[in-house]
């Protein structure tokens, strides 16, 4: 990411709220329940919805990738809600008023069978849904333990929040600044005791821009109808020539296989620039290196109730050094592709409302950002 989109990244984003905003959340759900709480989150969600310009600006940009044409104000108001209800969910998972039994999750067998066998495996997670449905899971199966790495200030009051809130959690929440061998040591020790390490591999850890892997993300399938010509200087792109994200590792346009890849740089593609994202390589590499067996993990409401996914990535085992890098892509390929599908079913429960794919830069580029914030309509539309 350029030195011109540092504004829109997720690490830079001042949240409004502290400890004590959570903790008085919390406590109105405890008093009131979902149903009487919701329309106060409602009236919250709209606050940022307005006065938040540029997530409403990043969310258009998302949902025009996803859904493939251009966005309403009505789309970006749902993806704001989602969020809000998402929060909802969290707090319930937490204070198990979601059990096992709300959850629709084949995986549960797979992790007590690993569980059983003292074969520990990592689940790679993203910002989409609600991940505490899973432990919501775990809560109500005292044989499964998660370890969960989280990098940033939010999340950890939140989870200090949900702490007082649950004492006898099977949940253990390790705050790192980066990944150390002393932390690598920890979670083989965690695996080998058939525990499970949860880390959330779409966002760049703050402070570190360089250790990136390239992959296209959302990209049009072959033939699909999302163009150039969809993404103006108005839409933060740039319509003539292709941009390259500044400030990685290295330059790649991304797998079109998730095999393995013909060179250590990335893998060739036909996917334009504008949906090439620079991936953290953190935790594909820990997940490599650690030689457990890697799912993905995800869970979200899906209208009909709470669902939630585990699907094999890896199987495990001891990757040569050699082979390391390609393995890694190999690894961000197939999660991309099994998040790709989840998005794009359920396209309103994925929440990184910051400058995903970097598209300030392109602004930067084209010289044209005077209008590119004034409305939504202007931010979305061709």
């Known amino acids: 990411m350029s030195a011109g989109a540092d504004s829109g990244r997720w690490a830079d984003v001042k949240e409004r709220g502290h400890y004590w ?17 919701y329309p106060l989150v409602g009236v919250v969600v709209t606050y940022f919805f307005l006065t938040r310009r540029a997530t409403r600006r990043y969310s258009a940009l998302y949902l025009r990738r996803v859904l493939g044409r251009r966005v309403r104000l009505w789309d970006v108001w749902r993806h704001h809600l989602a969020f809000g209800a998402s929060l909802m969910d969290r707090i319930a998972a937490w204070m198990g008023r979601i059990t096992r039994a709300d959850v629709a999750f084949e995986g549960h067998f797979t992790m007590l069978e690993l569980a059983r066998s003292k074969r520990g495996a990592v689940l790679l997670g993203a910002h989409f849904g609600v991940l505490e449905m899973c432990r919501a899971v775990v809560e109500n199966d005292k044989s499964l333990k998660l370890n969960v790495i989280v990098h940033d200030q939010n999340t950890r009051k939140f989870n200090r929040v949900m702490a007082r809130v649950n004492r006898q959690s099977q949940v253990r929440v390790i705050p790192v600044q980066e990944i150390t061998p002393a932390t690598a040591i920890h979670l083989r020790e965690r695996l080998d005791e058939g525990e499970f390490v949860i880390l959330l591999a779409d966002r760049l850890p703050p402070g570190n821009v360089t250790r990136t892997l390239s992959a296209p993300f959302l990209a049009p399938d072959e033939g699909g109808s999302l163009g150039r010509s969809d993404f103006t200087a108005e839409s933060s792109y740039v319509a003539q020539g292709s ?16 095999q393995g890849c013909n060179s250590a740089q990335g893998c060739a593609s036909d996917a334009p620039d504008r949906f090439v994202v620079q991936w953290p390589a953190g935790p594909f590499w820990l997940a490599l290196m650690l030689g457990a067996p890697v799912y993905f993990i995800a869970a979200c409401h899906t209208g009909f109730g709470y669902q939630a996914t585990l699907k094999l990535l890896y199987e495990g085992g001891k990757v040569a050094r050699r082979e390391r890098e390609a393995k890694c892509y190999a690894l961000l390929q197939d999660y991309i592709q099994v998040l790709e599908k989840l998005c794009r ?7 990184n409302f910051y400058d995903f794919w970097g598209d300030d830069a392109h602004i930067g580029q084209a010289g044209s950002s005077k209008n590119s914030n004034d409305s939504i309509t202007q931010d979305s539309q061709p």
Do not use: E, K
Not at 21 to 37: D, E, I, K, S
Not at 247 to 258: D, E, P
Not at 345 to 351: A, D, K, L, T, V
């Open 345 to 351: 079913r359920h396209p309103y429960q994925w929440f």
């Open 21 to 37: 905003g959570m903790a008085l959340l919390v406590m109105l759900y405890r008093v009131f329940g979902r149903w009487l709480l």
């Open 243 to 258: 941009y390259v994200a500044q400030g990685c590792s290295s330059v790649a346009q991304g797998c079109n296989s998730a």
